[in-house]
């Protein structure tokens, strides 16, 4: 399969400049976006709303955003928030505002872990996806 080299490039570069494996990154891209490398994917995620963001009371447009996963990552709406970011969260699925967000947080998952990546995987996904890790570095070969 081949993926878009402008972004390949791209997710590389900021994944460098987060200090991430860059091949991990892409494969987090490729594993996350629908379909591969699409930086208009999102996808709504309810359970994540009536977990996470319902309790924090804000508008409904706020609300749903930050229950919407966004971009090449899908990064959450409220983990981008809670990371510090103030835009406007669709332009999150602007590719280079995207990565850097969500580079920042698969960092922040990666740290957490203790530099376990299997660890780190399991949390950015949340659990939802028992094989999400296996899933994520069975792609690693696609970006070395």
């Known amino acids: 399969m081949t993926f878009p080299a402008d972004l390949v490039a791209l997710a590389k570069a900021t994944a460098a400049k987060h200090n991430l494996d860059p091949a991990l990154v892409c494969s987090v891209v490729e594993q996350e976006s629908f379909p591969p490398w699409n930086p208009w994917s999102m996808r709504a995620e309810p359970a994540f709303d009536a977990r996470y963001v319902q309790a924090l009371h804000k508008t409904p447009t706020e609300e749903w955003a930050?229950?919407?996963?966004w971009g090449l990552m899908q990064l959450m709406g409220e983990c981008a928030r809670e990371h510090g970011y103030t835009g406007y969260l669709p332009e999150l699925c602007e590719p280079a505002t995207g990565l850097e967000w969500g580079c920042v947080h698969l960092a922040a998952k990666?740290?957490?872990a203790g530099g376990d990546i299997s660890k780190g995987l399991e949390m950015w996904n949340g659990g939802a996806n028992p094989t999400y890790a296996s899933e994520v570095l069975a792609?690693?070969?696609n970006y070395q």
């Open 66 to 69: 930050r229950s919407i996963s």
């Open 139 to 141: 792609r690693l070969k």
């Open 110 to 112: 990666l740290a957490s």
